[in-house]
């Protein structure tokens, strides 16, 4: 499994911009697909994910602004951010995992398969 993010960039707070990440491979309906994010000096910080096509979890941080949605169709998974602030300046990374149980959705050491980040600076 191959995951390609894209979409990142510069943008004000206050924005909107939609990141998408291209799967290759066999990412079935099965696979948790969902993103993580790292700021400079920061761990990594669970941002969204989408549990085997059903049910969307979201970090606290973000859970009011952003929408994660999945085209299985087109083998892709996107993050809708809305309202961007300063602090969601981060490496942003698509993730995906075969077997991840619902307990483990927000440890990213959980996702076997990740992909190589795409940058998302807001500026104030």
């Known amino acids: 499994v191959q995951l390609q993010a894209f979409g990142g960039g510069l943008v004000q707070a206050g924005d909107s911009l939609r990141l998408s990440c291209a799967t290759s491979?066999?990412?079935?309906?099965?696979?948790?697909l969902g993103w993580f994010r790292q700021a400079p000096g920061k761990d990594r910080e669970f941002v969204a994910a989408?549990?085997?096509?059903?049910?969307?979890y979201y970090g606290d941080s973000v859970k009011d602004r952003f929408a994660i949605s999945r085209d299985n169709a087109k083998n892709t998974v996107y993050l809708q951010m809305y309202n961007l602030k300063p602090e969601d300046t981060a490496i942003y990374y698509c993730?995906?995992?075969?077997?991840?149980?619902?307990?483990?959705?927000?440890?990213?050491?959980?996702?076997?398969?990740w992909g190589q980040g795409t940058q998302v600076t807001v500026s104030s």
């Open positions: 989408m549990f085997r096509s059903t049910d969307s």
């Open positions: 993730v995906a995992d075969s077997s991840l149980i619902l307990s483990s959705i927000r440890l990213y050491e959980e996702y076997d398969y």
């Open positions: 491979g066999r990412t079935s309906r099965q696979y948790t």
